[in-house]
């Protein structure tokens, strides 16, 4: 029963696998910008989380300096 659907995979897009139909066309270009766009924020949200970590582990050592010299 496994071969049955492999053989009308293959007739749909003339591929074997799960490829998109639409993977071998040009992308648009909004769908480019769109992408862009993503991988920006992507990017600016993981420089934004990491300067809030780095804040806190600096807050926690200035406490833990200010509680050994009390």
Known sequence: ???VY??????LNGRIGF??????????????GVELLATLA?????VVAATAVSIG???AQTLQ???IHL
Do not use: Q, W
């Open 42 to 46: 992507l990017a600016v949200s993981l």
């Open 65 to 67: 300096a200010l509680i």
């Open 6 to 11: 492999a053989d009308h995979s293959s007739e």
């Open 57 to 59: 582990m600096a807050r």
């Open 19 to 32: 490829a998109s139909p639409l993977a071998g066309r040009k992308m648009s270009r909004r769908r480019r």
């Open 1 to 3: 029963m496994t071969a």
